[in-house]
T-cell receptor, first 114, second 114 residues
């Protein structure tokens, strides 16, 4: 079974631009979560989607948004990029998003904002 | 607010040594605790998942324990190998009944010297 895939793997943007990242979960998984990883803050939860609905949201500004499609693929968007948005963005999938399930992570998208 | 702490932040050991990584959390209202490893520039690989009703889980040379009452978990690695060099992260899941939301520690960077 193929793992979680994320595209693109690397991105360079400038301040003020917007960016869209994509995540394809493991086949059959319906829950997708997004995390931001930075050296200073570590891994922080952004949001979780299940069956095209946002179920949980972390403490990030409204510039960070996401969506999920009917095939469970998910995208996250960051508008008006700031230097501090430079990070590794990870997505994770699980079968039903239940708290007792293992989450499987993708390789991440590394975003650099100049 | 749930906080997850990992000590030490970095650890260097000679090959063959048995070692213990520590993880503590401030609120025992969790559904599970998960240990991950992360190789440089890569995503996370799930190692072990311990449900809140369990005390430990084992996989090969790895053994993880959970003591909810004291807010602690340990990851024991037997007969360490250079290939074990990575950053090890623990995460608690289901805090406050929230699904799909992992709260991470900042990790222990392990280096196993040949």
């Amino acid at each position: 079974k193929a793992g979680v895939t994320q595209t693109p793997r690397y991105l360079i943007k400038t301040r003020g631009q917007q960016v869209t990242l994509s995540c394809s979960p493991i086949s059959g998984h319906r829950s997708v979560s997004w995390y931001q990883q930075t050296p200073g803050q570590g891994l922080q939860f952004l949001f979780e989607y299940f069956s095209e609905t946002q179920r949980n949201k972390g403490n990030f500004p409204g510039r960070f948004s996401g969506r999920q499609f009917s095939n469970s693929r998910s995208e996250m968007n960051v508008s008006t990029l700031e230097l501090g948005d430079s990070a590794l963005y990870l997505c994770a999938s699980s079968a039903a998003g239940l708290a007792e399930e293992t989450q499987y992570f993708g390789p991440g998208t590394r975003l650099l904002v100049l | 607010k749930q906080e997850v702490t990992q000590i030490p932040a970095a650890l260097s050991v000679p090959e063959g040594e048995n070692l213990v990584l520590n993880c503590s959390f401030t609120d025992s209202a969790i559904y599970n605790l998960q240990w991950f490893r992360q190789d440089p520039g890569k995503g996370l690989t799930s190692l072990l998942l311990i449900q809140s009703s369990q005390r430990e889980q084992t996989s090969g040379r790895l053994n993880a324990s959970l003591d909810k009452s004291s807010g602690r978990s340990t990851l024991y690695i037997a007969a360490s190998q250079p290939g074990d060099s990575a950053t090890y992260l623990c995460a608690v899941g289901g805090y406050g009944g929230s699904q799909g939301n992992l709260i991470f520690g900042k990790g222990t960077k392990l280096s196993v010297k040949p």
